[in-house]
């Protein structure tokens, strides 16, 4: 796969997504179009409730919008069947999420070996889990469950799995969210790090301001829309 | 996957032990019952195969359980029987049910000369052949069984029975009285219920043949060959084979059910973890699989601990209740194993096509 940062990998036009609550239907998207350069470090910043997280989603193919489109690396991926959007959630992304989302009843080798697993690449990249664990400085905690673990420790584990198939796109929603500003500080270098060596697309969703500085970019929304344009916040590194 | 699952199944220790025991007792029931009935009518069969005879000549309609008194038949029908070609031997028999210490047996009234005859040999462990009217010979099981030995009064049939001889179990009825004696009790003087026929061996006329003849000349009767009279004894049995079905039936919907309700709680309570499989890349077939996969290891321990079960009761049995036979034999566990799993599988599918159909990002939020 080609990292370079030459073009557009990730294409959202018009991106429309409306929930139905409690009698009336809530657009947590409205019209929303943004482009992403492969390789790009992207924050999107806003208050709770604005979309940011649902916008993380649907790049994800975790959830289909209700209007518009997405795609990426030129294939529209709003459409895509089950097996197919599922290999997009497995091979192409890594997700990270506010709440680290291990399973808790298997071990943090067992977590990264069943995401391998599911993902189809268990048999030829199994030797890179514990590489990675290394890397995320957990390699003499790998048999530990994620209870055993501190919260900072979960995070790292959970962000092993999530790049450990080095995907193409890393989606991560509030990944500090849970965390103290010290082991905050230690993960955002720690994605800082991976950018600069694996040159993934990174899309990190924040309402930190701090943490949204560490970006190349930053896309701001409110009430479903980006507010100040695609390239309106500009952080320069 | 399968480390998962069985993490899962290992996570949630009260959860799988409590499903296991209840898809266990549902194997046992089934292997239980269904052995107990087959074990005694199987050794019902093997006794009467082991008097030796060839064929047993009853009236038409008569039970072929022999448990209740049938139309009695004329004894001198045995001097006609013995005329048919390739008839050895015809020993009338005369049975009656009766209890001794309350369990229920078939009691035979023979001449044993007689029986002897058509191979009905038994075979003394202790005692002596009766020479009285009022004496009689017990298996060793039931003498086992009861305590009884050589010399004891047993009441039956309204008078006192002294036990003469203890033969060694297997061969027809546990109990043997004096065909005249016992005519006489039940004034049934000069009947019988059923005649043993040898036939000749290796003769021009099989057994069958010999058989379909008897029931030709003799329309009011019936002759079955010995060695397929378990089959007459289950086709007999009313509502047997429905039995069986109900026992098999039952076994399958208490694995469906326990599993039902144990994988749809526990998908409910997993909804987060299958929104984590999903953003893992999991199709909806993984999350199905993922949950039939599951369903069918509690089933495969239950079927495991349930085998176990009706091998301590059949311990159990031999021990307590040495009159009764249980018989299980590898094609019973498998059959049971096969309906455990299936009960499973079926109980699985609901949860699993409801997991599948979970929104992953409504799992992930899930509390």
Redesign the interface.
């Given at each position: 796969m080609n990292n370079a940062v030459t073009d557009n990998f990730i294409e959202v036009a018009g991106l429309c997504k409306i929930y139905r609550t409690g009698g009336e239907d809530v657009h947590a998207l409205d019209n929303v179009s943004l482009s992403v350069r492969r390789g790009e470090f992207l924050s999107i910043v806003g208050p709770s409730g604005c979309g940011k997280s649902?916008l993380l989603?649907v790049l994800?193919g975790?959830?289909t919008p209700s209007s518009g489109s997405v795609s990426i690396g030129g294939e529209e991926i709003c459409n895509l069947s089950?097996?197919s959007i599922?290999?997009?959630?497995?091979?192409l992304t890594g997700?990270v999420?506010q709440r680290f989302?291990?399973?808790?009843?298997?071990t943090i080798y067992?977590n990264i070996?069943?995401?391998q697993?599911?993902?189809g690449t268990g048999v030829q990249r199994k030797e890179h889990i514990g590489e990675m664990l290394e890397r995320v400085g957990l390699g003499g905690k790998k048999g530990r469950r994620p209870a055993e673990l501190s919260m900072g420790e979960q995070q790292r584990a959970a962000i092993a799995?999530a790049v450990v198939h080095r995907p193409a796109i890393l989606l991560a929603d509030e990944p500090t969210g849970n965390l103290d500003s010290a082991n905050s500080e230690a993960i955002i270098t720690l994605f800082s790090e991976m950018h600069r060596e694996l040159r993934q697309t990174i899309l990190l969703v924040t309402h930190n301001s701090d943490v949204a500085r560490s970006a190349e970019r930053i896309v701001q929304m409110r009430d479903g829309r980006i507010v100040h344009g695609p390239q309106s916040i500009v952080h320069s590194k | 996957?399968t480390?998962?699952v069985w993490?899962?199944v290992?996570?949630r220790k009260t959860r799988s032990l409590l499903c296991v025991v209840a898809v266990g007792i549902g194997i046992a029931l089934l292997l239980v019952l269904t052995g107990l009935c087959r074990g005694m009518i199987a050794e019902s069969a093997q006794r009467m195969r082991n008097t030796g005879a060839s064929i047993i000549v009853q009236p038409r309609g008569a039970s072929g359980l022999l448990a209740f008194k049938g139309s009695s038949l004329p004894v001198k029908y045995g001097a006609e029987l013995q005329q048919i070609p390739g008839v050895m031997a015809a020993c009338p028999v005369l049975t009656w049910t009766t209890t001794i210490e309350k369990v229920i047996y078939v009691i035979y009234g023979v001449d044993l000369k007689s029986y002897e005859a058509v191979g009905g040999r038994l075979q003394l462990v202790e005692g002596r052949p009766w020479r009285d009217a009022h004496e009689l010979l017990l298996d060793t099981r039931l003498a086992h069984a009861n305590g009884y030995r050589v010399g004891d009064g047993i009441p039956l049939l309204g008078a006192r029975f002294t036990v003469a001889g203890i033969f060694k179990s297997g061969v027809g009825a546990r109990v043997y009285v004096p065909i005249g004696t016992l005519q006489t009790s039940l004034h049934l003087e000069g009947m019988c219920s059923l005649f043993f026929l040898k036939t000749k061996a290796g003769g021009e006329h099989t057994v069958k043949d010999i058989a379909a003849h008897i029931e030709r000349q003799f329309p009011a009767l019936r002759a079955n060959a010995l060695d397929r009279y378990e089959d007459v004894m289950v086709n007999e049995v009313t509502g047997l084979n429905e039995f069986f079905g109900v026992i098999t039936s039952t076994a399958l919907v208490i694995s469906f059910l326990v599993i039902l309700l144990t994988m749809y709680t526990t998908i409910i309570e997993r909804t987060?973890?299958i929104?984590?499989?999903?953003?893992?890349?999991?199709?909806?077939?993984?999350i199905i699989r993922m949950v039939i996969k599951e369903s069918v290891l509690l089933c495969a321990l239950g079927v495991i601990a349930g085998s176990a079960f009706t091998m301590l009761v059949r311990v159990w049995i031999a021990i307590s209740h040495p009159l009764l036979t249980m018989e299980v034999t590898p094609a019973g566990f498998l059959r049971a194993a096969a309906l455990g799993v299936a009960g499973g599988i079926l109980g699985a599918l609901y949860p699993g096509f409801r997991a599948a159909s979970v929104?992953?990002?409504e799992a992930?939020s899930y509390e």
């Open positions: 649902t989603y994800g975790l959830t089950d097996a599922s290999h997009l959630r497995g091979v997700f999420f989302n291990l399973l808790p009843t298997l067992e070996a069943l995401a697993k599911i993902r799995r | 996957m480390s998962l993490a899962n290992r996570h987060r973890e929104g984590i499989l999903r953003s893992l890349g999991a199709t909806k077939t993984y929104d992953p990002v992930l």
